[in-house]
Every structure is written in structure tokens, then in C-alpha cells.
């Protein structure tokens, strides 16, 4: 019903083949949940013949997400509303390098005064939803080695933002669900403006670099969470990266590295942000360097291409910006096979800095609206 393909009961028949008295005892469940409701479009003809049916649509009022983004240097979080409307939301500073203590201590707070703001209540909450800027082993909500959250490495950041928001909030812990931040981006980009779209990347240059898959609907994470870092494939260099390897792709091309490299031509710039405004205001040296980073990336993106042949890559984060995409496409379609880039869009976020937010929302949704879970909730309500 969420999806649409089936909005009365006798739909409900056909598609799922039980009976109207097993369809009935489902819905009457969900109706008592608060989960659905009486349609606004008044009833409808019938498919299975008879008398017109009334529609049905699922309640998206009935709960709200929370939902949060971190980057190295801010965070942004918001109340969400089922259907992926944005209700409040704060941005603000936190810095991941203070640790997970302290950063997920601060969410609960803006969480708790978030909800204050959306008029709702803190049992209205049905979930968490957490991106942040490493790889993550789905499985445990855990980041894992991540090159730039010094201190987070194993940590139960699910535990941890649960409590704080208890606390903060004065409610009953939620579940969190936790994953990489360029992996909610490319779920929440794909799903409200490339639903159609199969194989799907998005590229987060900020002060890292980052890549999210989506291949038929789903994020494609790999076997522990390590797919799309891309930041860290060597391109033959000797600069040093936060990981502490040498050559890799962040070290030389991410909104970090064009920023050391414009202050030490004396420009103040120390991160993708400080880049971002500089490209903004026109800078000529840092659209020379954006544009040749965008070329680095470019050149290892031919590789990505070639072998998920997607039909949108997306380039997203401080650096998406015009001279950094004209270097991108510059070496992409020089480099990549014409077969791979024949049916390729090459575009920006069209979500911008709530990509994230969108994505970590409808990653709680999913997973508390998945059949197995809609049981288990079902059964803990009991109705």
C-alpha cells in the first residue's frame, strides 16, 4: 500500500492472493496500529466488480524520524516526516574529532529541541536514522578503521544516540540505524529523483571523498560496509593521507587537499568548505585547482563507470561545483570506454545538504515498514 500498486482491499486480493477475510484481518491490525487510513479520493471502482471500493492510504502523520548527518566539522539533523517532508531542522558546529561521546550527547540534545520545534511528541518518534563520514559494518551499526573519526573506530554509536536522545528527551529508546553518509546520500538522491534509475552512484567530495551505489533500489554496501571508498585507491602519488597510506585519491583530489594547497599559496582556505566559498565567490586559483582535482577524479571514476555502467552519476559535497564537474567529465569520457558512457547522465546533488538527512529518514522507514518488522511491531503493540 506504501507503494501505491494497491490501495483498495480487492487490489489487496489480487496482488497478494488471500482471501478477503485474511486481507481483512490484516488491515483491521493495521487500522488499529494507526498505521493506515481512509483515503481522501473517495472510493474508486471496484476490480473485483460491485459496489465502488473505498481507497486506502497509508498514514504518514501516525510517527515522525529522526534523522542526522555528521561531517568532519557540522552536523545537520531534523525531525522527518514518514513520507521524507522535513518538519524542523538545526545545523550546526560539532566536530567529529571531539569523539562519539560528545557528538552523540549534542544530538540528543538537538533532537530533543528539534521535536519541541515540530510541535511533536517524543513518543511519536519511531526511529534514528545516523549518516556519517566512514565506512560502516551494516550489521552492527559500527564504523569501521574510518580515516577521519579518529576515536569512533568499534564504537556502539547505536547504544550511545539511543540513550542520549532517551535522556535528553525524557522518552523510551528508538531504534538507530547507522550508515556511511555518501551511501544515505545516494539513497536519498536516487529515491526521490531517479526512482527509475537502476544503477545509480553518487561521489561526495568534501573533505574526504566517498562514493554511494544504489543498484536496484537497494544500497550495494559490500561485504562489511567498505564498498564506494574511492577516496583511498592510489593514483600514484607520494602526498600522505589521513589513513596514512600514501597516493591515495583524498589526498590529493578531496575539498581537504585543494584547500592545504591554496593556503600554502597564502589564500585562507582549511577545508571543502572554505574551497566551496571560494569557488562561489569566483576565485580564479581555486577554480584552477577544483578543476584539476575534479580531472584526478575523474580519471578513477572512468574505472567506476566502466564496471557498473550506471545511468546517473551524481557529484555531490563542497567541490561540486562548476570547474570541479568540468574536470570530471573532462578525463571521465576520455577515459571510460564511449559503450559505458552512452546512456550516462553526469549531474549535481538536487538535494544538496539534506541528501543525507532524506536518505537516513527513508533507510528507518524501510527497515520498520519491511514486512518482518511490521509483525514484530505489530505484535510488541498488541493489535
Request: proline residues 4%; charged residues 20%; hydrophobic residues 45%.
Amino acid at each position: 500500500m506504501r507503494s501505491g500498486r494497491a490501495v483498495t482491499r480487492g487490489a489487496l486480493q489480487q496482488a497478494t492472493g488471500l482471501s478477503r477475510a485474511t486481507v481483512g484481518h490484516r488491515l483491521d491490525r493495521l487500522f488499529r496500529a494507526g498505521w493506515l487510513r481512509e483515503g481522501a479520493g473517495g472510493p474508486v471502482g471496484s476490480p473485483l466488480g460491485g459496489r465502488p471500493a473505498v481507497t486506502l492510504e497509508f498514514d504518514d502523520a501516525h510517527a515522525v524520524v529522526l534523522a542526522a548527518d555528521l561531517d568532519t566539522r557540522h552536523a545537520r539533523a531534523a525531525v522527518v516526516s514518514l513520507s521524507g517532508g522535513i518538519l524542523a531542522e538545526h545545523s550546526g558546529t560539532l566536530l567529529v574529532e571531539d569523539g562519539p561521546d560528545a557528538v552523540l550527547g549534542d544530538l540528543g540534545h538537538w533532537f530533543a529541541a528539534l521535536l519541541e520545534k515540530a510541535g511533536r511528541a517524543p513518543r511519536q518518534v519511531c526511529g534514528i536514522g545516523l549518516a556519517v563520514p566512514g565506512p560502516v559494518d551494516s550489521a552492527t551499526g559500527r564504523v569501521v578503521q574510518p580515516p577521519i573519526m579518529p576515536g569512533w573506530d568499534g564504537y556502539d554509536i547505536r547504544e550511545r544516540l539511543a540513550g542520549a536522545f532517551a535522556r535528553a528527551a525524557g522518552a523510551a529508546p528508538v531504534p538507530v540505524l547507522v550508515d556511511n553518509d555518501a551511501n544515505l546520500m545516494a539513497y536519498g538522491e536516487q529515491r526521490t529523483g531517479f526512482a527509475d534509475c537502476s544503477a545509480f552512484v553518487l561521489v561526495k567530495v568534501s573533505t574526504g571523498i566517498g562514493a554511494g551505489v544504489v543498484v536496484d533500489g537497494s544500497v550495494y554496501r559490500g561485504v562489511d560496509g567498505g564498498a564506494g571508498d574511492i577516496g583511498h585507491i592510489r593514483v600514484g602519488t607520494d602526498a600522505r593521507c589521513r589513513c596514512g597510506a600514501q597516493g591515495c585519491l583524498a589526498a590529493v583530489a578531496s575539498g581537504g587537499a585543494v584547500a592545504r594547497r591554496l593556503a600554502a599559496t597564502g589564500v585562507p582556505a582549511a577545508s571543502g568548505s572554505d574551497v566551496r566559498d571560494l569557488l562561489a565567490a569566483g576565485h580564479p586559483g581555486a577554480a584552477a585547482l577544483a578543476r584539476e582535482a575534479g580531472r584526478q577524479v575523474g580519471d578513477v571514476l572512468a574505472t567506476v563507470v566502466t564496471l557498473l555502467n550506471p545511468g546517473v552519476l551524481m557529484i555531490a559535497g563542497d567541490l561540486a561545483g562548476t570547474a570541479f564537474l568540468t574536470g570530471v567529465r573532462e578525463l571521465l569520457y576520455q577515459r571510460a570506454l564511449p559503450r559505458s558512457t552512452a546512456h550516462l547522465s553526469i549531474v549535481t546533488s538536487r538535494l544538496g545538504e539534506r541528501a543525507g538527512l532524506v536518505g537516513a529518514a527513508a533507510l528507518v522507514v524501510e527497515h520498520l515498514y519491511a514486512p518482518e518488522s511490521v509483525e514484530e511491531r505489530l505484535v510488541a503493540l498488541g493489535v
